[in-house]
């Protein structure tokens, strides 16, 4: 296909402005979003063993709750059910700060003792899995803006910059995409592979992105769309407030757990319930959000559906799964929504999500890359604009990398101290992260790349580490290391270590010995 060279220059400046402006917080939005596909497995890793309690049978659950009601009042108003036996049966929050991610939440766990005795413990809830979301969601960017958060904001422009490099990216390849798509030519040099290899990855998973993009934009933007409806259309909200009729209610007289089973098994087909979060149980808003598992189904995220209904009646209210003819808007909705958290193909489905989120970050990274390159060659000497940015790429793409490792690494042996665990999570993570960005600053991209490399490394090698140390000294022993969730994250950690190590000697032998008018040349 031919398209003319006017044209083609024009694309090429988009693609590269807009990939350029958008590229680094896309990176950190994309790295920490591959995560995110593993959220809860990451907040149980994290989490000693001895936090939870030993579940309990089905038949168990209302004597549970009964005992547990007789000695608490927060659990008189909100509670939460867990079926799976990874967590404790019944849980509730002694301190929590109103909704969303808080950081000193208490959870208080009950089960039953095999005589039928209460028994509880209180214990600082682990939030490493939602710092990993809220990573993905804001890049790391803090600051509220009306009911939203900054970070949100910026990724929604970052989304919009981003679907105008796709696009152009696409028209910039289309004279040569049937001759270079699958070309991988290492004996033309670096840039012209790592230039082949940024087209192939933005070739092959055009669709993903496109989808990330335009799904990203709707997040961000959401509030502001419907405000923009209220405008228009004053007598008709885009949300209304359904006002219902002052009643009191007791969590006393709540159903028993199997007629909560009972209707879902009467509504769904094939789904196993996961948890039941009982809240505002006092009041007339008082509601039941069931947590719901399909994996043979298109489920509105990785971790399940959800299905609400009044506690006490069992009137459905609403849910992410459509019950009637009536609700025919319900699966397309979800299904954006599963499209975007990677809500299909089961265990398959989340780790081809987890792949495609690290070779999005890959694109971002190259990209940035190459662009430097291409000016690096117009320069006799490289400029101080061009050094500027490359130190910026490397400091935010490879420091955002080292600081979710080394939180990752620090997180189990903070634990031994006495330390407010989340704040030690953010702390730890900005720290190692603004270090490692000035550090780039100070010694300039090809060192810094060398080290941050490394230093990755390092960091991967110490979590299985850490791993065998619980292993061989029992008093250190909070968690249980043959746990598949523990394995898991140890393997994904060691392979890690690999790449970064290969990286690390790749980005050395280029800086000593590669082509002296490239950024990387020392």
């Known amino acids: ?25 896309l990176f950190i939005g994309f790295y920490a979003g591959s995560l995110t596909m593993f959220e809860d497995e990451i907040s149980q890793w994290a989490t000693p063993s001895n936090h939870q309690l030993a579940q309990v049978p089905t038949e168990q659950l209302d004597t549970l709750i009964s005992k547990a009601l007789s000695t608490s009042e927060k659990a008189k108003e909100s509670f939460t059910i867990n079926l799976d036996e990874q967590s404790s049966p019944m849980t509730w929050y002694e301190n ?76 910039i390849l289309l004279p040569t995409l049937t001759k270079t798509f699958f070309a991988i030519r290492k004996n033309k040099g670096a840039n012209r592979f790592w230039l082949d290899s940024h087209n192939l990855v933005g070739v092959v998973s055009l669709p993903f992105h496109l989808l990330i993009a335009w799904s990203v934009i709707v997040f961000s933007f959401h509030d502001i769309f419907y405000d923009g409806l209220d405008l228009i259309y004053p007598d008709k909200p885009a949300i209304e407030k359904v006002k219902s009729a002052p009643v009191k209610n007791s969590a006393d ?10 209707k879902i098994d009467e509504l769904t087909d094939g789904y196993s319930i996961k948890s039941m979060a009982f809240s505002r149980l006092s009041t007339e808003r008082a509601s039941v959000g069931i947590s719901v598992v399909n994996y043979n189904e298109m489920m509105r995220n990785n971790t399940g559906d959800y299905i609400y209904m009044n506690p006490y ?47 999005g970050a890959f694109l971002f990274y190259s990209g940035n890359l190459l662009w430097l390159e291409k000016r690096r060659k117009k320069q006799a000497v490289q ?139 020392l």
């Open 1 to 25: 296909m031919r398209v003319r060279g006017d044209i083609l220059r024009t694309y090429q400046s988009i693609h590269t402005w807009t990939g350029i402006i958008a590229g680094l917080v």
């Open 96 to 171: 929590k700060a109103g909704r969303g991610l808080s950081l000193d939440s208490v959870m208080v766990h009950a089960t039953l003792s095999e005589q039928g005795e209460l028994i509880t413990h209180a214990q600082p809830t682990n939030e490493l899995g939602d710092l990993i979301d809220m990573l993905h969601r804001t890049a790391g960017i803090a600051g509220k803006v009306g009911r939203g958060n900054l970070g949100v904001l910026v990724l929604g422009v970052a989304s919009v910059l981003y679907f105008l490099a796709l696009v152009s990216g696409i028209i």
């Open 253 to 262: 007289e709540l159903p028993s757990i199997l007629s909560y089973i009972e």
């Open 313 to 359: 009646t069992l009137e459905i209210k609403g849910g992410s799964i459509a019950m009637n003819d009536d609700d025919y808007y319900v699966d397309y909705v979800a299904s954006f929504f599963s499209l975007h958290f990677g809500g299909f193909g089961g265990e398959i489905g989340r780790w081809l999500y987890f792949i495609m989120g690290l070779l």
């Open 383 to 521: 400029s101080k604009s061009n050094r500027f940015m490359a130190n910026l790429t490397v400091g935010i793409c490879l420091g955002s990398i080292l600081a979710v490792v080394a939180t990752f690494l620090a997180s189990k042996w903070l634990y031994l101290g006495n330390v407010k665990i989340n704040n030690a999570y953010l702390n730890c993570y900005y720290l190692v992260f603004f270090v490692a960005l000035i550090y780039s600053f100070i010694l300039g991209a090809a060192k810094s790349a060398i080290h941050i490399q490394k230093a990755i490394y390092i960091g991967c090698i110490g979590i299985p580490l850490t791993t065998l140390i619980t292993i061989t000294m029992p008093n250190l022993a909070l968690w249980d290391a043959t746990n598949t969730t523990n394995l898991a994250i140890d393997i994904v950690a060691l392979i890690f270590a690999g790449i970064f190590y290969y990286g690390a000697l790749k980005t050395k032998n280029r800086a000593y010995y590669g082509e002296r008018n490239s950024i990387w040349a």
